[in-house]
């Protein structure tokens, strides 16, 4: 991997390893600590097994691989919604994330009261937000419903009201998570050719997906996560081909 200058990268991993505790059952009577000895334990399963990787400002990379492979550990790493148990990030630019379907939204709010919200928790001033209103609406395509509680929503409207803030709070980085398998055709390709044309303005993207047809359509390079491992970095055709292949 070519190394990059600072003020080049968008992104810098440096030797992460992210371990989970996952805890046995814990027995509540003395006769199950007797039957089950051993389910006070832990074992410690390594997620993450000492990343390194590169990604410049203006590039759109697809990370790859089978389910616990650890792709959406690592957008979470690079968000700081976890930390590693070693090892670093950087980030170079303002950060905004498609993570999780209606995090920072609240419940009880409408949509609308919920983009004010979600776009200052990004940094927006109310000013800004009023300016950018009508288009966050626009793209959401929720009309009438933008004044319902997001409670009622189903979670396609969730995500189409998500990603209309998300790509509307002047981020120089976008991570973006199997969002994009929620809701109809018609909208997902809506946000793909909008997330192409956010490419084009020289955003940076890192964009998780089991969609390959997404991935070599938005992306020009792919990383295969194996076992909490890179097992390929390079053009997204090469690595995607690849990775078809053994999965086939």
Request: charged share 25%.
């Amino acid at each position: 991997m070519k190394k990059q200058s600072n003020n080049k990268l968008a992104i810098k991993v440096s030797h992460v390893t992210k371990n989970f505790n996952v805890y046995y059952d814990k027995a509540n009577t003395l006769k199950e600590r007797m039957i089950f000895f051993n389910r006070n334990q832990k074992e410690v399963r390594k997620v993450l097994n000492d990343i390194n990787l590169e990604i410049s400002k203006g590039e759109t990379v697809a990370l790859i691989g089978v389910n616990g492979s650890g792709k959406s550990t690592l957008l979470k790493l690079m968000t700081k919604i976890i930390y590693p148990n070693s090892g670093n990030i950087k980030i170079h630019g303002k950060l905004t994330s498609l993570l999780e379907l209606g995090a920072g939204f609240h419940p009880d709010f409408s949509g609308r009261e919920n983009i004010y919200f979600n776009a200052s928790i990004f940094g927006l001033t109310k000013a800004q937000i009023d300016k950018r209103l009508d288009d966050i609406i626009a793209f959401s395509e929720l009309g009438d419903y933008i004044d319902n509680p997001i409670r009622t929503y189903s979670s396609g409207m969730y995500m189409r009201l998500a990603f209309a803030v998300a790509i509307n709070v002047d981020a120089d980085i976008l991570l973006i998570d199997e969002v994009l398998a929620v809701g109809d055709q018609h909208f997902q390709e809506k946000c793909l050719n909008k997330m192409k044309e956010l490419k084009k303005e020289g955003k940076t993207m890192v964009f998780v997906s089991h969609s390959m047809d997404a991935v070599k359509f938005l992306c020009d390079r792919a990383i295969w996560l194996y076992e909490g491992q890179i097992r390929e970095d390079g053009s997204t055709e090469k690595v995607v081909s690849d990775y078809l292949k053994v999965c086939s």
